[in-house]
């Protein structure tokens, strides 16, 4: 069964690097959407994407924040200048035609 | 924006007994969803509602979509130990050009005591 996949599984870098988090969703899908989880609480909305533009962000996904699609297959989070507070599990989710969004296993981003 | 209030925020149970556990909202939502998550990973999609008052069963889950549009309950019936994870309703609206924003609940932590 196709599925999203997402790497690294594991992030730790120091406070005020790039990072660049990588999906890669189901292979048929035109919808990308990435979204955090702070330790302990739920699952936040980030960001939407379409035809290679961003459809809806949240107030999370401010100007430290980008998303790319540079090839077929790959969606990225970049995050330019990583902060305490950006510690997390970041989830990519995909989806097709109808609109139900499959998850990534997510990538633990620790920022020390 | 949209808050989801989920409860109960844990539960502790006897295999085999049967588990509820529901989700209510301010705002009214197209689709109400179900995910299950285990520990370090991605959450999994169980259940998808998508008219007002749907029931649906998915083996031992159901879960009903409120009249409303604001609420929705999931149960498991007869729970086994793989049923332990932590258990998110999400709200799902349009957010422009055909994608949709997913507001997720704060999540139900389910324990099964063999």
């Known amino acids: 069964e196709p599925e999203v996949t997402q790497t690294p599984s594991h992030q730790v870098t120091q406070m005020g690097q790039e990072v660049i988090l990588r999906c890669v969703p189901i292979s048929n899908h035109l919808y990308f959407y990435w979204y955090r989880q702070i330790l302990g609480q739920k699952v936040e909305f980030l960001v939407s994407f379409y035809n290679n533009e961003i459809s809806e962000k949240s107030e999370i996904f401010d100007d430290q924040f980008s998303v790319e699609r540079p090839d077929g297959s790959n969606f990225t989070l970049k995050i330019r200048s990583t902060k305490l507070e950006d510690s997390a599990m970041y989830f990519c989710?995909?989806?097709?035609?109808?609109?139900?969004?499959?998850f990534g296993p997510g990538t633990r981003l620790t920022v020390l | 924006g949209q808050q989801l209030n989920q409860s109960p925020q844990s539960m502790f149970i006897q295999e085999g007994e049967d588990v509820s556990m529901n989700c209510t909202s301010s705002?009214?939502?197209?689709?109400w969803l179900w995910y299950k998550q285990d520990p370090g990973e991605g959450p999994v999609l169980l259940i998808a509602l998508y008219k007002a008052g749907e029931l649906t069963s998915n083996g031992r889950l159901t879960a009903q979509f409120g009249i409303t549009r604001k609420d929705s309950f999931l149960n498991i019936s007869a729970s086994i130990p793989s049923d332990v994870g932590i258990y998110f309703c999400?709200?799902?609206?349009?957010?422009?050009?055909?994608?949709?924003?997913?507001?997720f609940g704060k999540g139900t932590k389910l324990s099964v005591i063999p």
């Open positions: 705002s009214i939502f197209n689709t």
């Open positions: 999400a709200g799902q609206l349009p957010s422009g050009a055909g994608s949709y924003q997913l507001t």
């Open positions: 989710a995909s989806a097709g035609i109808t609109d139900t969004q499959y």
